[in-house]
Every structure is written in structure tokens, then in C-alpha cells.
């Protein structure tokens, strides 16, 4: 996750930040609004690819050449998109990044994240988020006068407002803020940036008699509760710290690989192989025994079946299919967040210990989230807070786990960074 040249916010006056926290406050509702129509238009659009269109050609479940196609038809309208000022925004192979796009990319962004995301490939929703969020803020002040450094805080607060509807609330986006923005964004000047969550995710809670916007909960639900620490969850956390790391860092660097091959084929054919490569591995996954749903789309939704699966033959397909599919998504070129298919990625490997040694799946979630995001993300703070917004209630007793696994997946995940002697 990236800060670099973002904002260079350390030297914004004081007399200044009141001023900026009020703004701040003002971009979060449209900023949050944005989030939700996006959001909202992914399930959409998922539910009309891969639920109702099934239906209507009298199947139960998506037919083989519906697995296949729909990645493909995606990667043609992720090309059509990305011919659009701003190239669909940011490549989710370096990670999350926090610098700014320019107010005439948003079309091509939210274009190439919808045809990633509802078409099955294997991305998150976080990164278009952010960067639509981003513009927001930037747009909605315009009108003010801010510029240079106040106006790029701005820009950061809308992308914070953001990433509240999908985080759980201003805290994880703060912290996630703070984390990423060592040496530009310090404690104060996190005002305006928490200001926008805040509001933001007022949306999402209602306010008085209002409800508040239908935004899906993060939960996982109906987790038993895990009441005590022993010394072997602690063992767990960390060898599926290390673990994950290790994958994650592969795929990472599979992905990179794959990105490295356009300039000789192409962009348009990359990212239609990718597209076909994504339904089959999908198709794969199933003649092995697993849901090729599972395989698609980020991963958030099929938590629950993965921590409930009772075999660990179909949980390592589900790892395997997902690396892979999640790999060859972000080096073809779709557009999207990398954190949440790394979440599913850690949560499998959990899931290992809860199929074969009947480990409670509320610490299979705790863990496995926990040294997903700190694997793909480098955020320690971040993951421990995102895994125990995941477990709820259930899993308050997961958080020194929970702290060991993304201890681990970050401090493994650096040293397979660093460059070797020669």
C-alpha cells in the first residue's frame, strides 16, 4: 500500500485544520453515497450475471460456458474501459495505492472495476473504492478555493470516506490511513480523513429513526464463540502467518510475471487468456469438488462455506484454484483491490486446521484474516483490527492469535521482499 507522493500533508497549518476537519465532514456523505452505488451496482450486476441469467436458461447453478464466458466478456469491456483517460485506475499489483487520479479518470475506473467485479475475476472492491473517493473529494471542494497540500488531505478524505462503508467505520480506515501514510500523514491531519469516515459510515448505521442505507455486514455469521487462548491457537496463528505470507508473495510475484508478457502479446489478448484461465480453473475446481463460485469474485461472501467445509481435499482446491485465479487476474490486467482474495487465501489455509484437526473456525477466521491483509496490504495495525470486526463478539479472545499471525505474515512477507546478494 502505497502513500507515495499522496498529499505531503505534514506541513498544513494548524489554524488551518479546523477548516479542513469541516470539509473533511462535508465530503464524507457524497463520498459515502458514491460507495454504496458502487457497491450496490456490483451485486447488481453479479446477481443478474450469475444468479438470474442461470434461472433463465433453466439451470440452478451457472452452466459451464457461462463460468467461461463471463470472465472473457469482462476482459473485453475492461479493455474498452481502460482506453478511457485514467487506464481504470491503479494496477492492484503493487497493492493499494493512495495517489490521486485526476477527476476525468473516474468514468474509466468505475467502468473496469464493474466489468472485474461483476464479471467473476478474482479482485476486490477497495481499490476503485478508494480512488473514486478520492476524486470525490477533490470535486466536492473545488469550489473552496483549497489547493496544494490541503486540497490533496481532502482528496485523501474522500478515499477515507470510502473505505468506512467497506472497512466497518472510521477506525479501520483511519488506522489503515495512518499505517500507510507514515512520513505524510501524522495524528493530527488524520482530522479530515476521520471526519469523511465518520460521516461516511453514519450511511451504514442510520442515524435517529433512520435506518440507514442496506449496506451487507462484514460479519461472518453464526460463528460459536471462542472463549480462551491456548497455546496451540498460537502455534496455528503463526505457522498460518508464515504460510500465507508465502503464498501471497508468490502470487504476487506470479502476477508481476504474467503483467511482464503484455508488451509482447498484447493487451486486449492478455487479458482475455486471463479472463478464460479464470472460468477454467473455476471449471476445475468443480470436476475436484469444490463450488467454482468459490473460485470467482473476492472471496468475502464465501468465507462461511470455506470455514464450514468438512473436507481437506476441497479446501486445498479451493487455496490452490484461488492463488492461481487471483494471480492471473491481477497480472492480466482486470482492475480491482487485491486485499480481500488474499483474506480468502489466509482463511483457507485456517480452514486446513478446522477440517483436519477440528480448530474452531472462529479462530480459522481471526487468523486467516489477520495474515491475508497483513500479507498483501503490509499493515500490522489494520489486519488485527479488520479480523476482529470479521469474528464480532464471538471472537474477542482470537486478538492475541490474531496478532501473531499478521505479526507473522508481515515480518515474512518483508523478507521475501528484500532483494537478494548477488
Known sequence: MSATGSTDVAAVPARDLARLTLLGALVGLPAGLVAFAFVGAVHLLQDLLWTELPEALGADAPPWYLVLGLPVAGALLVAAARRLPGDGG?????????????????????????????????????????????????????????TGRARGLLGVSGASGAMSTLFGGPLVAGIMLLEAGAGALTAVTLLPPLAAAAVAYVLVTGFGDWTGLPMAGLAVPDLPEYDRVRPGSLLLALVVGVVAAVLVTGVRRLARAVQ???????????????????????????????????????????????????????????????????????????????????IFLGVGLASVAVAALDVSPTLAVAVGTAAGMAATSRLLLSAVMFSALLVGRAGLDTAPAAVVAAAAALLTARLLDRPRPA
Open 90 to 146: 491503479h494496477s492492484p499489483v503493487n497493492g493499494l495505492s493512495m495517489d490521486p487520479l485526476p477527476p476525468v479518470a473516474a468514468g474509466s475506473v468505475a467502468l473496469a472495476a464493474l466489468a472485474s467485479l461483476g464479471f467473476g475475476v478474482v479482485l476486490g472492491p477497495e481499490a476503485p473504492l478508494m480512488a473514486l473517493g478520492g476524486i470525490v473529494g477533490v470535486r466536492v471542494t473545488r469550489w473552496t478555493g483549497v
Open 260 to 342: 511482464g508478457t503484455e508488451p509482447r502479446v498484447g493487451r486486449v489478448p492478455l487479458l482475455l487468456v486471463s479472463g478464460l484461465g479464470v472460468g477454467v480453473l473455476a471449471l476445475a475446481a468443480e470436476g475436484l469438488g469444490a463450488d467454482p463460485r468459490d473460485v470467482l469474485f473476492s472471496g468475502q461472501s464465501s468465507i462461511p462455506a470455506l470455514v464450514g467445509g468438512s473436507s481437506v481435499g476441497v479446501v486445498l482446491v479451493l487455496v490452490v484454484a484461488k492463488a492461481l485465479a487471483y494471480a492471473i487476474t491481477m497480472g492480466g490486467g482486470f482492475r480491482g483491490g487485491p486485499i480481500f482474495p488474499a
